[in-house]
């Protein structure tokens, strides 16, 4: 899924500009702007901030859609493809460059970023950054948001998108700033929201991280950048139930959609990208459609014809919650929580009512999924590919899954219940 077209002056071309975000709480839009009389803005760096270039030379599996180039980095595929290629959800072409992971030298609460890049008519550029904290990585900001706390490791990645078929930017460098300046807001708890559940379907099509999506497939998709994982990582992840809460699945986030994909809604209007009117907790698609915000329509100007808040993958939708048609059902994102948290390294992993696989199953977590683990019990031995072991983890749910198939905790140490 892609981001919608971008209202930007009538320019051939910019030569050079560069990108100052700012250190305020709210995010901008983060889009590099195309004025041909925008100033070179370089970020002022205080003493003790830690200053590094993005490393855009290297283009791997992890990366979607971008290629390098002797002028700089450029998308591959200057239109749709993948799932928005048969698909009205998309509306411009869209690459993302994942660069490797910073620990930095003293603990910061935000990275800045100067953008060095030639910017055509239609197309945007934007830095974007997550930090590694305790109970997981942080969702994808704009470069200049604050984090909620001081972070060690940091991670950027580049956003760059095209009108179908134009003319793509061209990346040349961008500047990191880490400072520990800028001051912190209070962490949230984990958050669930009731919203409206779609199929996904589109086998054989590619997801906004870049998988290609398997038959009875196992992961989410929420209208929001902000929540995907990179590929083959969970470390976005929902917990999706049934209201009657008779089946659950916990899914990583590997797409974006449906219908928008700059809507945050599970987070607080001080942080929400766009729609900051609306309730914490009520996607623009369903108030669109259920009482004509925004003329009924999406961010792309589409009329919205259901109210969709999530996608579901066709496994995650038939398998993990047993559903058969579209429906509401109970989101956690399981990110905006705290706590120890297991990563499911093989699956989809049977979720039992108790140790033992006696026990009834009440939905299934998806491989690469990041569960919340509460305490663990003595139960049944189970081998499995990382270990033969009694230990069963006691989710937040209440609902037990073997140690065997956890390939790794963190997030803090796990007590016995």
């Known amino acids: 899924m892609t981001r919608p077209r971008c209202p930007i002056p009538s320019v051939a071309l910019i030569a050079t500009l560069c990108l100052l975000l700012t250190a305020a ?3 901008a839009t983060g889009n590099v ?3 041909p009389s925008a100033p070179i803005a370089l970020v002022a760096a205080a003493p003790g901030d830690e200053r590094w270039n993005a490393d855009l030379t290297i283009v791997d599996r992890d990366d979607v859609n971008v290629r390098r180039t002797t002028a700089g980095l450029r998308l591959r595929e200057a239109r749709p493809t993948g ?4 698909s009205p959800h998309s509306a411009v072409a869209e690459g993302m460059l994942l660069t490797a992971p910073r620990t930095l030298a003293r603990p910061a609460t935000r990275v800045r970023a100067e953008i060095n890049a030639a910017v055509p008519t239609g197309a945007t550029v934007e830095a974007q950054v997550r930090g590694w904290r305790a109970a997981g990585w942080t969702e994808w900001r704009a470069a200049g948001a604050v984090f909620d706390r001081p972070v060690t490791r ?3 990645r580049v956003v760059l998108t095209a009108p179908d078929r134009g003319a793509t930017a061209t990346v040349r460098g961008v ?17 669930t929201y009731r919203v409206y ?6 086998v054989g099509e590619l997801t906004a991280n870049g998988r290609t999506v398997q038959p009875r497939d196992h992961f989410a998709a929420l209208p929001s950048r902000r929540g995907l994982s990179p590929l083959n990582t969970g470390d976005y992840t929902v917990r999706v139930c049934t209201t009657s809460g008779s089946r659950c699945e916990y899914a990583p986030v590997w797409d974006v959609g449906p219908w928008n994909t700059r809507d945050d809604y599970w987070n607080p209007s001080s942080v929400r990208e766009n729609w900051k009117n609306l309730p914490q907790g009520r996607p623009e698609a369903q108030a669109a459609y259920q009482s004509g915000y925004n003329g009924g329509r999406d961010q792309f ?6 109210p969709a808040g999530i996608d579901l993958a066709d496994g995650t939708f038939w398998d993990g919650l047993r559903l058969t048609t579209n429906a509401w059902v109970d989101v956690a994102y399981l990110w905006t929580g705290g706590g120890p948290r297991g990563v499911v390294g093989d699956g989809p992993l049977n979720i039992r009512t108790g140790a033992s696989t006696s026990y009834a199953v009440r939905g299934l977590a998806a491989r690469l999924a990041h569960v919340p683990i509460q305490c663990y019990v003595t139960g049944q031995s189970v081998a499995g590919p990382y270990r033969t072991t009694t230990r069963w983890n006691r989710l937040a749910s209440g609902q037990y899954v073997s140690h065997a198939y956890i390939s790794s905790v963190y997030g803090g140490s796990v007590p016995a219940c």
């Open 197 to 202: 559940a779609t199929r996904i379907g589109l």
């Open 175 to 191: 500047r990191l700033t880490a400072d520990a300046n800028a001051a912190v807001s209070a962490a949230t708890p984990g958050r």
């Open 83 to 86: 799932r928005g290629a048969r």
């Open 154 to 156: 940091v991670q950027i």
């Open 301 to 306: 100007g589409r009329i919205v014809l259901n």
């Open 25 to 27: 709480l709210l995010p």
């Open 33 to 35: 702007p195309a004025t």
